[in-house]
Structures are given as structure tokens and as C-alpha cells.
């Protein structure tokens, strides 16, 4: 069963639950002040993502949401 991180929105602790992966998605309670808490997005996920953008569409990124029609501008799709 893996392992989340979570972090408070109430007291800004942060913990580990493990859980299954169907219930990743769920506010978890803070073992604290007992307050639902929702999942921490880890370093590993973040980086793992900006290194796969940065090295296949460098332009779709910093234009921010074009990758799919391939245009450097939202104003030409619409989007
Ligand atoms: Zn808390």
C-alpha cells in the first residue's frame, strides 16, 4: 500500500498515511486538530512533470496550454 503526504490547511502540519491508491484523492484527517487535510504534491512529481515539459515542448510551456493544437497562442485555437 503506498504512501501519501498530507498537509493541513488548518495547522500546517504535515504527516504520512498509508492508504490505498483508490482513496489518494481524499482529505485525510490531520492527526492534530483532527481537521480533513488534503494531499501534499511531492517534489519527485513536480520535477518529474517540468523536466518532461521542458524537454518535449518548450515554447507549449512557457505559452502556457497551446500544446495541443501546436499554436504559441491561444488567440488562433479559441482555446
Ligand atoms: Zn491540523
Do not use: W
Amino acid at each position: 500500500m503506498p504512501i501519501y503526504e498530507y498537509v493541513c490547511s488548518n495547522c500546517a502540519c504535515q504527516f504520512e498515511l498509508m492508504r490505498p491508491f483508490s482513496r489518494s484523492g481524499e482529505a485525510a484527517p490531520c492527526p492534530k486538530c483532527k481537521k480533513p487535510s488534503s494531499r501534499k504534491i511531492s517534489a519527485f512529481a513536480a520535477f518529474a512533470k517540468g523536466s518532461d515539459g521542458g524537454s518535449t515542448a518548450p515554447i507549449a510551456g512557457a505559452g502556457g496550454g497551446c500544446s495541443s493544437c501546436g499554436a504559441s497562442s491561444c488567440s488562433t485555437c479559441g482555446h
